[in-house]
């Protein structure tokens, strides 16, 4: 047994036929075929398909034979997407099975030659010959090596210039943020403050056009179509592209590139209005949504029969089980957003059905009216999402409470001074640590006000601005304190203020265990 390798492993051998007649070859290997189990798919003057059962290690195979002069072409291709690039041997074992049954086939068929003859040409009269140009594995036989899956062919147009696209920027994201992680860091060893390295890292990625939530809300619609070319990092892309190529060389020659590239976008933007119902906060990228649309369509064209039934079967058993991977993985990967695969499946088999079914009962045959009936469901299905995801500015609220937790720690020197310190001194960090960083954080608070909250994070935000304003006043106590030569120990006022303060925070932090 021997194992193949590739995107897309197959084992294939040339038969020389010298003087043995290519129409009794065929009846041979119809004959054999059957015997084996293997579900015919068409037999023309040229050749034949035909698709093995489902197995655990590949799912099913497309075993073909073509006629080609005195050569007989007999292959066993993988129908599915491989781990592991291999085909476990799978198709070689196919082929061994394939020529021990044509021996058997040939011994008992020598006496019957002639009336077997008459039925295969009379059968072969009715067959369509130029099948094989539309068989869903005929656009895969044109890719020769991997360097083909980047070069636009008919029938594999789109798919590749989506590949090079997503690549590209993905190169350029990574350099752009190599080249401003450089500058970011060397900000923060100057100003000594690493965490402003990660504000910066945040920010930029939010410029690359990455899906949020917030951000769509506030009407930053563009981010439901560019988020479709951001991809995280090299495993996130080239898993993503793997998909594209299997399901781009299944679908884009039955769709054309028109149809394919419309539901590849409408079906990332639907899969990033679904994302916004189930992400709160943080970002999402990736072209999985707009893919997982592809899987929805290629549903599509089987309910619609685009396919002969034996392809179809094995075809569907293959997309189904790597669609059911796809969304496992999801439903088990806590980074992976699934809510983007559901939508974007969904949307795309609804979108490839309006473009592809027979609508002339209900005159939307005209493409114009498919389109256009696929933008107002998404135009209404974009607008119900919008509408019903609250717009709570988490992010905003995140950051200003790390510019206020920043400010509260360098305002406890205040509460903490040194007996040894002068008076001069104490008024100088008092007025530094205590009234400045009191004054931030009432500015802070200030910005928290007009912020759309969940509960939690608008009662968080309720005992800051109580903080920021008692801990100015107790700064401005303090000092004057201080001020009136009290050294070794403040007035009952202060104390008492100091008190409340202390409980204050104790409360906001109780009050943060008890969420988490």
Known sequence: MSISWGYSPKVEQFIPLADFPADKYLIIA??????????????????????????????SEEISIRIHGNFALVKSECV??????????????NLEKFFHEFEYVQFHLKDIWEERLTEFHEFI??????????????????????????????????????IITNTIYWLFTKVVSVFYYQYFY??????????????????????????????????????????????????????NMYSLVYIGLMIENKLGWKKFLFIY?????????????????????????????LFGSFLALLVNKSFEKNAAKSLLISTSIVTAIILFN????????????IGGIVSGFIFCYILVADLSKVRFEKPIFRYGLSSVLLLLYAIVIITATPNYQTDKYRRLKYEFSKNLISYN?????????????????????GIKEGQKNINVAQ??????????????????????????????????????DSLTRYSKQTTKEIENLLMLTYKLRDSLNNAQ
């Open 447 to 484: 910005k928290m006000m007009p912020l759309k909250l969940k509960e939690l994070d608008a009662y968080d935000r309720r005992i800051k601005t109580e903080i920021a304003e008692r801990s100015l006043n107790v700064a401005k106590l303090i000092r004057r304190d201080i001020q009136a």
């Open 80 to 93: 599915g997407i491989q781990m592991w690039f291999n085909d476990y041997g799978k198709n070689s074992q």
């Open 30 to 59: 119809k004959q054999a075929i059957e015997n084996l189990g293997w579900n015919l798919s068409h037999v023309s003057e040229t050749g034949i398909i035909a698709y093995t059962p489902i197995s655990f290690q590949s799912y």
């Open 330 to 341: 999801g439903f088990t990967t806590k980074r992976t957003d699934n809510a983007a695969h």
């Open 265 to 293: 976008i409408f079906s990332g933007v639907c899969g990033g209005l679904t994302s916004l119902l189930f992400h709160e906060n943080g970002v999402m990228m990736g072209a999985s949504g707009a893919i997982m649309g």
């Open 186 to 239: 060397r900000q923060a060893l100057k100003t000594n403050s690493p965490e402003s390295l990660i504000t910066k890292m945040d920010d930029l990625i939010l410029n690359f056009g990455v899906n949020n939530r917030n951000l769509v809300l506030d009407g930053q619609y563009w981010r439901l179509i560019t988020h479709q070319f951001v991809h995280n990092s090299f495993v996130h892309l080239f898993f």
């Open 125 to 162: 009269a009715t067959q369509d010959d130029s099948y094989f140009d539309k068989a869903p594995l005929a656009t895969k036989d044109k890719i020769k090596n991997i360097l083909y899956l980047f070069f636009p062919q008919k029938g594999y147009f789109l798919t590749p210039i989506l």
């Open 413 to 433: 020197a205040v509460l903490y001074l040194k007996t040894a310190l002068t008076k001069d001194e104490k008024l100088h960090q008092i007025e530094e640590f």
